[in-house]
Structures are given as C-alpha cells and as structure tokens.
C-alpha cells in the first residue's frame, strides 16, 4: 500500500483546508485509514480515522466537530475536511492506514505541512 498526502497550506484562524490522501496498491474494506499530525519536539499525534468501508469514524477530542474524515472508493482517496482552524491546529498531516482496528499503522505517506496563522 502507498499513500500519497496533499492539500496543506498557509490559512488563517477560522479557516478552512481538505487534506487529501491518495491511496495505491491492494486495499480491502477492513483496512483502517487514519490521519496523524506531528510538530517539532512533540510525538506524532492521532487526529481521526475511518474504515475503507465507510464505517468505524473516530476522532480525537481536539478536533472532534470541526473535522471530518472521508473515504472515496471510486477513486482510491482519504480526505480530512479541517474547519474551523486553530493555530494549535499547526502539523505536518500524516496519512496512514492498518490492516485491522488492532493492528500497528503499518503504511505512512509522507507529510503535508498545515500552518494556521493568528
């Protein structure tokens, strides 16, 4: 599996921004897709995830309301609609995905970088 994250920017506070993720090789409906973010000094933090099916939507409190995490099929991507945003909402944005709720993220994307302005 390869995934390919994009869509960040420079926004500021009370903006919005939709990362996409672009997913390859062989995914099956049970995979879990998730969204992290990581900024300088601090572990990579969990924002939300979702299952290649559609079902099993989870979020992390910080953003709970504000962002939205979607899966397109039909064309292989992972969305995370960000409204709302914050300047503590800075990262760079990782995509990745899991075989099972269980499992380890075994497959990263690269990051994107989201920079929210005061």
């Known amino acids: 599996v390869q995934l390919q994250a994009s869509g960040g920017g420079l926004v500021q506070a009370g903006g919005s921004l939709r990362l996409s993720c672009a997913a390859s090789?062989?995914?099956?409906?049970?995979?879990?897709m998730g969204w992290f973010r990581q900024t300088p000094g601090k572990e990579r933090e969990f924002v939300a995830a979702?299952?290649?099916?559609?079902?099993?939507?989870y979020y992390a409190d910080p953003v709970k309301g504000r962002f939205a995490v979607s899966i397109d099929n039909a064309k292989n991507a992972l969305y995370l609609q960000m409204n709302s945003l914050k300047p503590e909402d800075t990262a760079i944005y990782y995509c990745?995905?899991?075989?099972?709720?269980?499992?380890?993220?075994?497959?990263w994307g690269q990051g994107t970088q989201v920079t929210v302005s005061s």
């Open positions: 990745a995905a899991r075989v099972t709720s269980t499992s380890k993220y075994d497959y």
């Open positions: 090789g062989q995914i099956y409906s049970s995979y879990i």
């Open positions: 979702i299952r290649w099916s559609g079902d099993y939507v």
